[in-house]
């Protein structure tokens, strides 16, 4: 009996100390919100990054663009291999990347030695001791025109309610053996968001056609940010249109097609209908959109995180000399 009564001091103790030790993280994390981290690491959302390729490839840019747009979770550097491989096994002109850490961006651009990377920080509050996710585009080509566009998020009063709330759920898991650190505390704070557009080349009959590539990753639907950052969006690839200029836009868009087609088809977008893409909802979210007569849209299976990538390929006309497909 007295053994028993000792164990469950012990556990009593246990947890004691392990809200301590949490409530006191999220008091800190909270304080230091309060008194100026909010604005410095808002003040970095939007930031942007050329790298420029360490060793210049041949470039060949025919009849037939093949993009790619993948999630990769905040995974990027350490699945490098793979997204080298899905680059160059399906030959494409551009990879666009959401949810990459910025800590990633300069070991990328070795795994990628011979391309173009793009990046545009999104947030700097969110994993922010990776400095922050962003989205980026890697290409072949020298970019063109490149601009980028931040989508501002909550509050701050309203950052703090959500992660004080956070908090107590992050408390609660802890206690209960759960684990998962501060995940509830951080997703109050992923709150910014950005696009990124670069201009590549593409050959239409005897001539090189500027094609505008535009990539961006928006809040979940049901936080109110979504609300705000959605038509913003919306702007941001208005202006980016252009009559007689292909554009692609692929995008993490956090919301269901219904809601996505409506505002795509005015502006002149189709795309194919999907499978799933969030393997987490088993929801169709992401989305490959262009302005182009002959183009196919569909998911591929791996590389996967808890994403599907979408891939585009969009067809012109070849020389009338030139009969010959990229496959031959």
Same mark, same amino acid.
């Given at each position: 009996m007295l053994m028993e009564r000792q164990i469950v001091q012990a556990e009593?103790?246990?947890?004691a100390r392990k809200l301590r030790r949490w409530g006191t993280l999220g008091s800190l994390a909270l304080t230091g919100l309060v008194n100026g981290g909010w604005h410095h690491l808002d003040g970095k959302a939007g930031n942007l990054q050329h790298i420029e390729p360490a060793l210049?490839?041949?470039?060949?840019?025919? /009849?037939?663009?093949?993009?790619?747009?993948?999630n990769v979770h905040?995974?990027?550097?350490?699945?490098?291999?793979?997204?080298?491989?899905?680059?160059?096994?399906?030959?494409?002109?551009?990879?666009l990347l959401q949810e990459?850490?910025?800590?990633?961006v300069e070991p990328l651009s070795a795994a990628f030695y011979?391309?173009?990377?793009?990046?545009?920080?999104?947030?700097?509050?969110?994993?922010?001791?990776?400095?922050?996710?962003? /989205?980026?585009?890697?290409?072949?080509?020298r970019p063109e025109e490149i601009s980028t566009r931040s989508f501002s998020g909550n509050s701050l009063g309203d950052t703090i309610l959500r992660s004080a709330r956070g908090i107590a759920n992050d408390v609660k898991k802890q206690l209960s053996g759960e684990g998962g650190g501060?995940?509830?505390?951080?997703?109050?704070?992923?709150?910014?968001?950005?696009?990124?557009?670069?201009?590549?080349?593409?050959?239409?009959?005897?001539?090189?056609?500027?094609i505008r590539i535009i990539t961006s990753h928006i809040s979940p639907s049901h936080q109110s940010s979504h609300q705000r950052q959605f038509?913003?969006?919306?702007?941001?690839?208005?202006?980016?249109?252009?009559? /007689?200029?292909?554009?692609?836009?692929?995008?993490?868009? /956090?919301?269901?097609?219904?809601?996505?087609?409506?505002?795509?088809?005015?502006?002149?977008?189709?795309?194919k209908r999907t499978g799933p893409t969030s393997l987490t909802t088993g929801k169709v979210i992401d989305y490959c959109y262009h302005n182009h007569?002959?183009?196919?849209?569909?998911?591929?299976?791996?590389?996967h995180s808890d994403h599907y990538p979408v891939a585009a390929e969009l067809l012109f006309p070849r020389p009338v000399y030139d009969r010959r497909s990229r496959a031959e």
């Amino acid at each position: 009996m007295l053994m028993e009564r000792q164990i469950v001091q012990a556990e009593r103790g246990g947890l004691a100390r392990k809200l301590r030790r949490w409530g006191t993280l999220g008091s800190l994390a909270l304080t230091g919100l309060v008194n100026g981290g909010w604005h410095h690491l808002d003040g970095k959302a939007g930031n942007l990054q050329h790298i420029e390729p360490a060793l210049e490839s041949i470039q060949r840019i025919d /009849n037939q663009l093949n993009i790619v747009s993948f999630n990769v979770h905040g995974r990027a550097y350490s699945r490098s291999t793979e997204l080298v491989k899905l680059f160059e096994g399906n030959d494409l002109d551009a990879l666009l990347l959401q949810e990459v850490r910025q800590n990633d961006v300069e070991p990328l651009s070795a795994a990628f030695y011979n391309k173009h990377l793009v990046y545009v920080l999104a947030d700097g509050k969110q994993d922010a001791a990776s400095g922050g996710l962003g /989205n980026m585009i890697i290409t072949s080509q020298r970019p063109e025109e490149i601009s980028t566009r931040s989508f501002s998020g909550n509050s701050l009063g309203d950052t703090i309610l959500r992660s004080a709330r956070g908090i107590a759920n992050d408390v609660k898991k802890q206690l209960s053996g759960e684990g998962g650190g501060l995940r509830n505390f951080r997703a109050g704070l992923q709150e910014d968001r950005a696009a990124v557009a670069v201009t590549i080349k593409a050959r239409v009959r005897d001539e090189l056609k500027d094609i505008r590539i535009i990539t961006s990753h928006i809040s979940p639907s049901h936080q109110s940010s979504h609300q705000r950052q959605f038509p913003q969006l919306m702007d941001y690839v208005k202006e980016n249109t252009k009559d /007689n200029q292909v554009t692609v836009v692929c995008a993490d868009l /956090n919301v269901r097609p219904d809601k996505v087609q409506p505002e795509m088809e005015p502006l002149g977008y189709s795309t194919k209908r999907t499978g799933p893409t969030s393997l987490t909802t088993g929801k169709v979210i992401d989305y490959c959109y262009h302005n182009h007569d002959k183009g196919n849209v569909w998911t591929l299976r791996a590389p996967h995180s808890d994403h599907y990538p979408v891939a585009a390929e969009l067809l012109f006309p070849r020389p009338v000399y030139d009969r010959r497909s990229r496959a031959e």
